[in-house]
């Protein structure tokens, strides 16, 4: 059987007793059970009698050295098997188009031309101009609608290349991160708290790590696995840190090959949630009315054919076509201006609920700060014989100084002496940090073969390690809480002298995170737009309330003594809202707080109705960041962070956020004025036919002097020109997606009995001003009519139609240049053009139509919002939204960054510049 070394031209010598350091005898029994040809065919995954890969004996693949893969190895091995990625199912643009003239709204229009062919065939050729004018309205509708899907598409492809995923890999004997979808069979790669298993990957010599594999199982609790076992690909790391080697990718994978099976729930947005009742609540009323048309115009001897094809019509121009088209371009254009604002929208329903987001509990570091450590000289010690430079040594060597800085502050610790005499130490165990034991712990072999601990960490939890913790407690919690009140931060250094030996607290190093010099004026700008910003971190209180009174958020931090609880094994509380949420809304901050804290707080925001945002980073923000109606994983998030949140930031600070929440309401209010434009117009277009089919017989109108037939029983606009409107209607609501529009400065939330009623005023409104011109019109050639009065004169059968058309077509403000020449120059069948007078009477009363409408909807908003029905709180345009630039009582950027600065000199003194030691013999501080 050929082997994998058998025909590669890169083959790396390696052995099985290489590969047996890595993974163990046991491990490797796991993956190979025979030194025998294996069949080619087998069944099952992750069997015993799984020996090819591909085609290729496993083992060969798995016999990677300590030094990983070579850079020339791995490309190769990736032409030979592919990119580590699933593969997606992707319909054509032209079966897209396609199904664009096969959708329900669709299906109606070729309805409606078939009669049309119909009449076409049996009645009159003139009819061939309506055939032509359906079928040209079916293939705009379609193709606008296909064009805008491929560009949502391709928006939200782009949206994902930046959330591609990332693997920390060795190769060439250094760690490094690449492109999560260049793994390959072979690769040793890092698994860490946070991060999501790139491939499927099998667990090498070491401690065991817990696993996420609800998205796979549907297991709700994490599960341990142990060195042999497989990590699969979609699952994602809670706690532990393993070293692995890459069994399968891709199509290869257990979820590659199990993909087809799995069912994603899709759930819809609250705004998708109102458009499809808002669309089954005008078809309905639609179907209503044309049927009673079509029965009364056939009762009042309308020909058959005529009858149903004025219905058919009536209907198609009646019912919202255009919603999906203006839907998925409104969002599409919506997350790409998020994702231009550094903001990533994973969820397109989202927009609307960051619209409506009223509070906001942020992250300080990162955040509200800039996450940049700063060292100080200041280096309290508590251990009698050692030095500021042995608890820096220490420090360095409770992290895996030889792989690239997990955060802020391995990257502070590493910075802070030369590293490479750290080298005579050998690393036996790394605990990396968690956030519930808030500490990393080190295991280490000096030369002589003697093994001790370092840890690094929150200093109320390594002093409670420590032997004499009664005796420095005093000293070491006033010292912490004299550095608090300054702003400056603690992390704890202990070491540990052997097995059975007992913790020394050796000292505490001092840093600063200053905040952003936007963090404050981007916090008023979020109260000027209603959402309520809450600190939550897990420094000590008293750093946490220096921090909100420089941030101006107030001075009222709870602590984890004042927060709610939940035991795992139990539901949680559906009263947290009743016994914490007054308690918690009053809040400013949250100090010292647990991951479960933030799911707690978030929970109880929520039961009392509030739409709360949240923001995190870690695995452990994640069950907060997905219970949130908006999770926000912040910029450098862990794969599960992100997993998690609705909106992923690329850009650092809060401001961004604000300008999410911004753009949203703009979003939003795009949203609401598409359906009051699309509720009102279809109000005007079927009253007003359903009614002049009613109410008004155009024959006992004719003069006794016109003996022609063109006066029918009943008014009615040629099918052409009820089709003109549709298509010009339509072209008019897209155009809603790239509206200017002012955002409102209060959180924004759908009211539909508000919505209904401010449009059936706008529409009934112009509904009775078209039936008073179609009156003033059908009775122009009376003695003394108002037609004469002022000068427009009698008007013919065809001039009345072409005058309605307009009427029509200006009050629903459609194309109003376009329609107007047409009613002008009227180019088919059925209607005459009018004159400049009749046009411009037309355009008068519109206008005075428009100052009543206006008068009209006002005095509706009075009323409401006198009888409460809603509150107004303004608006604000994009200039508005210059942080910082508004009002006096804003600091400017320039004041604000003065001011930081200034607090920064009161809470600590200089920024030290570190020495490093360049004696070898100066690092043997534990012997």
């Not at 050796?506 to 905040?515: K, Q, R, Y």
């Not at 952003?516 to 916090?523: E, H, L, Y």
């Amino acid at each position: 059987m050929q082997t994998f070394a058998a025909w590669r031209p890169h083959a790396e010598s390696s052995s099985d007793s290489t590969t047996e350091k890595l993974l163990g005898k046991e491990e490797r029994e796991l993956l190979v059970t025979s030194s025998k040809p294996a069949p080619r065919e087998y069944s099952g995954y992750g069997t015993e009698k799984e020996v090819l890969y591909q085609g290729v004996d496993k083992r060969s693949l798995m016999n990677t050295g300590p030094e990983g893969l070579s850079s020339a190895e791995a490309a190769y091995r990736l032409e030979r098997f592919g990119r580590n990625e699933l593969a997606e199912k992707v319909d054509s643009k032209w079966v897209k188009l396609a199904k664009e003239f096969t959708r329900p709204m669709a299906l109606m229009v070729w309805s409606a031309a078939f009669i049309e062919l119909l009449e076409a065939l049996i009645v009159a050729p003139h009819y061939w101009a309506d055939v032509a004018i359906l079928l040209v309205l079916q293939l705009v509708n379609c193709l606008l609608g296909w064009s805008e899907e491929l560009k949502a598409g391709n928006a939200v492809a782009a949206l994902k290349e930046q959330l591609k995923p990332e693997a920390t890999v060795l190769r060439d004997g250094v760690y490094t991160k690449i492109d999560g979808r260049l793994l390959v069979p072979g690769d040793l790669v890092l698994l860490g708290s946070g991060a999501s298993i790139p491939a499927d990957c099998l667990l090498c010599k070491g401690k065991p790590i817990q696993v996420d594999q609800a998205s796979l199982t549907g297991e709700s609790l994490p599960v341990s696995l142990y060195p042999g076992d497989t990590a699969k690909m979609g699952s994602t790391c809670v706690r532990g840190e393993s070293d692995a080697m890459v069994a399968a990718t891709g199509t290869e994978t257990f979820l590659g090959k199990t993909a087809a099976l799995l069912n994603t729930v899709v759930e819809q947005g609250n705004f998708e949630k109102l458009l499809l009742t808002i669309t089954y609540l005008l078809t309905g009323v639609g179907l209503f009315l044309v049927t009673i048309t079509f029965i009364f115009l056939l009762a009042r001897g309308a020909a058959l054919m005529d009858a149903l094809a004025f219905a058919v019509v009536l209907l198609v121009a009646s019912i919202p076509i255009a919603m999906r088209v203006v839907c998925t371009t409104t969002m599409a254009l919506g997350c790409r201006k998020l994702a231009e604002e550094k903001a990533i929208v994973t969820r397109l329903s989202a927009v609307e609920d960051i619209a409506g987001m009223n509070i906001l509990c942020s992250d300080k570091t990162g955040t509200l700060t800039l996450n940049k450590m700063q060292l100080q000289d200041d280096l309290p010690i508590f251990c009698e014989g050692v030095t500021r430079h042995d608890v820096l040594v220490a420090a360095a060597l409770a992290t895996k100084w030889k792989e690239p800085p997990k955060d802020a502050v391995d990257t502070l610790v590493l910075n802070a002496i030369d590293l490479t005499p750290l080298d005579l130490y050998e690393q036996l165990e790394h605990k990396p940090f968690d956030p519930v034991t808030k500490h990393t712990e080190s295991t280490l072999r000096r030369r002589d073969g003697t093994v001790f601990k370092v840890a690094k960490g929150a200093p109320h939890v390594l002093l409670e390690k420590a032997y004499n913790c009664a005796e420095i407690r005093h000293e070491v919690e006033a010292t912490i809480n004299d550095l608090a009140k300054r702003g400056v931060r603690c992390l704890a250094v202990a070491c540990n002298n052997g097995e059975g030996g007992v913790w020394v607290f050796m000292g505490v190093m001092t840093f600063l995170d200053p905040p952003r010099p936007d963090s404050a004026s981007t916090i008023a700008k979020a109260a000027e737009l209603g959402v309520q910003v809450k600190m939550i971190t897990g420094d000590h209180g008293v750093i946490a309330v220096e921090m909100c009174r420089t941030l101006g958020l107030g001075a009222n931090v709870l602590g984890p003594k004042n927060l709610p609880v939940h035991n795992p094994a139990e539901e949680v509380s559906i009263h947290l809202g009743r016994d914490y949420g007054a308690f918690i809304e009053g809040a400013d901050g949250f100090s010292q707080v647990f991951p479960e804290h933030k799911y707690l707080i978030v929970e109880a925001l929520r039961q009392r109705g509030h739409v709360v945002g949240m923001t995190g980073d870690g695995v452990n923000d994640a069950p907060a960041l997905k219970r949130a109606d908006v999770g926000l994983a912040v910029q450098g998030s862990t794969d599960a962070a992100r997993a998690a949140s609705d909106v992923v930031l690329t850009a650092s600070g809060l401001s961004t956020i604000i300008q999410a929440i911004f753009v949203s309401r703009q979003i939003f209010q795009r949203m609401k004025n598409y359906i009051i434009y699309r509720i009102a117009c279809t109000t005007q277009l079927l009253g007003f036919f359903f009614l002049s089919c009613l109410i008004f017989r155009p024959k006992h109108f004719q003069d006794e002097a016109d003996d022609s037939d063109d006066w029918p029983d009943f008014f009615q606009i040629p099918v052409m020109g009820i089709v003109v409107i549709t298509i010009l209607n339509d072209g008019t609501i897209i155009s809603i997606a790239y509206d200017t529009v002012m955002a409102s400065k209060s959180p924004e939330k759908w009211n539909l009995p508000i919505l209904m009623a401010v449009s059936l005023n706008i529409g009934l409104v112009a509904m009775i001003s078209s039936l008073w011109l179609l009156y003033m019109g059908l009775n122009s050639h009376a003695e003394s009519s108002i037609m004469d009065s002022v000068g427009v004169g009698s008007l013919s059968y065809e001039e009345i139609q072409c005058l309605l058309f307009l009427k029509l077509s200006v009050a629903s403000f459609v194309a109003l240049v376009s329609s107007t020449l047409l009613a002008a120059y009227w180019p088919f069948d059925g209607m005459v053009g009018i004159d400049a007078k009749v046009v411009t009477y037309c355009w008068i009363y519109c206008i005075i139509f428009f100052i009543i409408q206006e008068v009209f909807k006002v005095g509706q908003y009075n009323l409401m919002r006198k009888y409460g029905y809603f509150t107004e709180s303004g608006s604000m345009s994009e200039k508005d939204l210059s942080f910082g630039k508004k009002k006096s009582s804003t600091p400017t950027l320039e004041k604000l960054s003065s001011s930081v600065s200034r607090t920064l000199e009161r809470m600590s003194s200089t920024v030290s510049t570190n020495t490093t030691m360049s004696k070898v013999e100066e690092y043997e501080l534990f012997e």
